[in-house]
């Protein structure tokens, strides 16, 4: 069974940068659909962006221009970076593998955007 952790979170203040991992294992990233997406109290979980194995990207467009979503082969981990954080940010950022058959999700990893 192939697991995704994501690590990175915490708190920053406006107009901050973190950059989010997600590393897997049992299964290689390489192949896979990979995406982000975040939840925030009280509303559903939202897509952020995706990157496809030719590294085709796509994102929400709250982000763009802000998030990067780009793979590491060698750590088997996709990454998220994220600039210019705002408020609007703050919510719990799942990675999602998208193995076909059905999608493996990691347990979160909370993002703070706070003064």
């Known amino acids: 069974q192939g697991q995704l952790v994501e690590s990175g979170g915490g708190l920053v203040q406006p107009g901050g940068s973190l950059r989010l991992r997600c590393t897997a294992s049992g299964m290689f990233l390489s192949f896979l659909n990979m995406g982000w997406y975040r939840q925030a109290p009280g509303k559903q979980r939202e897509f952020v962006a995706d990157?496809?194995?030719?590294?085709?990207?796509n994102y929400a467009m709250s982000v763009q221009g802000r998030f990067t979503i780009s793979r590491n082969f060698t750590k088997n981990s996709v990454l998220l970076e994220m600039n210019r954080l705002n408020s609007e940010d703050t919510a719990v950022y799942y990675c999602k593998a998208d193995l076909r058959v059905r999608d493996v999700w990691g347990q979160g990893t909370q993002v703070t955007v706070s003064s």
């Open positions: 990157i496809t194995p030719g590294g085709q990207t």
